[in-house]
């Protein structure tokens, strides 16, 4: 029986909602730009791909620590495993 099964679950989870936040990130800078682009003058259209710009490095930095974080719950998962398997071999052989 595996143990903790929710830290499974949430790594599980989070490989998707990584891309959600990437992709949702990225389309919505784009639709800043364009948004501004519809209200009206250059201002607009400059302050949309600054704002677009910002909303893309976000995105990436929101992507890279939510990775980050799902590589961590991964690397718990496997560093009870071990320790689990180092405990049970050591309670076994004899001395």
């Given at each position: 029986m595996q143990r903790y099964p929710?830290?499974?679950?949430?790594?599980?989870v989070l490989r998707v909602v990584v891309w959600v936040?990437?992709?949702?990130?990225?389309?919505?800078?784009?639709?800043?730009?364009?948004?501004?682009?519809?209200?009206?003058?250059?201002?607009?259209?400059?302050v949309g791909i600054a704002g677009a710009v910002g909303g893309v490095i976000?995105?990436?930095?929101?992507?890279?620590f939510l990775l980050a974080t799902r590589e961590i719950f991964y690397l718990l998962i496997h560093v009870e495993e071990n320790t689990s398997i180092t405990a049970e071999r050591i309670t076994k052989e004899p001395h």
């Open positions: 929710f830290v499974r679950f949430a790594a599980s936040v990437l992709v949702l990130g990225v389309m919505g800078s784009i639709g800043l730009v364009l948004f501004g682009g519809l209200i009206g003058g250059v201002d607009d259209v400059l976000c995105s990436f930095l929101a992507w890279v």
